[in-house]
């Protein structure tokens, strides 16, 4: 009896405190929805309003009229797209080398390339920076694109999964007379298809949400992603903030990640608890 109540206790204590995470991580998004439906008077009133007096609907109209909105997404996009597919590519054929080939300092290498992973980012700004700079790549799809094409981490992810992967199925399919990208493509890719498409998910999220490389590389009109484009898209001539119609347009961007992330949610758990740490 007194364990049933310990289970039932330590039960309620999870789900409760569960909840009360859900609702603190829920909470800034209900309010990005509250206030881009309300009024502008309505907006810095105290106590806080939670519900609209009026439904402003408008609001989502006025944002895609306040800056070029189809040009920002269409950057965004491209710029999106492009980055994850080329880095799933580099990924795959990375891991793949790390995991499964024997060649001279492979495992110097990729010890090598670890070690980078302890660096801060940021750190990296000021090169690349002046590397794309002198390359003449500002305010250009290039400069979005190519620093980005290769992450250490996602190599390490992929490859502790293929190293899952029993090597007696490479030898075999090797005496068969199978080359390597055949086998990668063939066996190893589909075997490990919850882990890439957990880092397409995870990549697709960072590339369209990036904000200060882009601003520091390619703030113009042509090429203006849309994180930077409604960053003071909504600010009137009297320095006010139109804060509703700025919170509209973030609900709007925000709409794609979120329901990427809801329906697809399983295949990151998956993917994530399959790399294992092997090797």
């Not at 929805?33 to 007096?53: A, Q």
């Not at 495992?107 to 700004?125: K, Q, S």
């Not at 009297?238 to 992330?261: H, I, K, R």
Request: a positive charge.
């Amino acid at each position: 009896m007194k364990t049933t109540l310990t289970q039932r206790f330590a039960k309620f204590a999870t789900y409760t405190i569960l909840v009360l995470g859900a609702a603190f991580i829920l909470l800034p998004f209900l309010w990005m929805i509250s206030t881009s439906l309300k009024p502008d008077n309505e907006v810095l009133l105290m106590p806080p309003k939670w519900i609209p007096s009026a439904l402003q609907w408008k609001n989502y109209v006025d944002a895609f009229k306040a800056v070029p909105f189809f040009t920002y997404l269409k950057n965004s996009i491209v710029v999106t797209v492009a980055i994850t597919s080329c880095e799933l590519i580099t990924t795959i054929l990375a891991a793949f080398a790390f995991a499964r080939l024997e060649f001279k300092g492979r495992d110097t290498l990729f010890t090598l390339l670890l070690a980078t992973m302890m660096i801060p980012g940021e750190l990296f700004t000021i090169t690349n920076y002046s590397t794309v700079t002198q390359l003449g790549w500002m305010n250009t799809y290039r400069v979005l694109i190519v620093p980005f094409l290769v992450s250490v981490f996602y190599i390490f992810l992929l490859r502790q999964n293929f190293m899952q992967i029993p090597n007696e199925l490479y030898l075999a399919a090797k005496v068969d007379g199978t080359s390597d990208l055949k086998y990668l493509w063939k066996v190893m890719v589909p075997l490990a298809l919850p882990t890439l498409i957990s880092i397409t998910i995870l990549k697709m999220m960072g590339a369209w949400n990036s904000y200060i490389w882009p601003r520091l590389v390619a703030n113009d009109e042509a090429h203006r992603m849309i994180t930077n484009g409604l960053r003071n898209a909504f600010t009137e001539t009297s320095g006010d903030v139109n804060y509703p119609v700025q919170m509209a347009a973030v609900a709007l961007v925000s709409l794609p990640l979120f329901l990427v992330f809801v329906f697809l949610r399983k295949y990151i758990m998956s993917g994530v608890s399959r790399s294992g740490i092997k090797g």
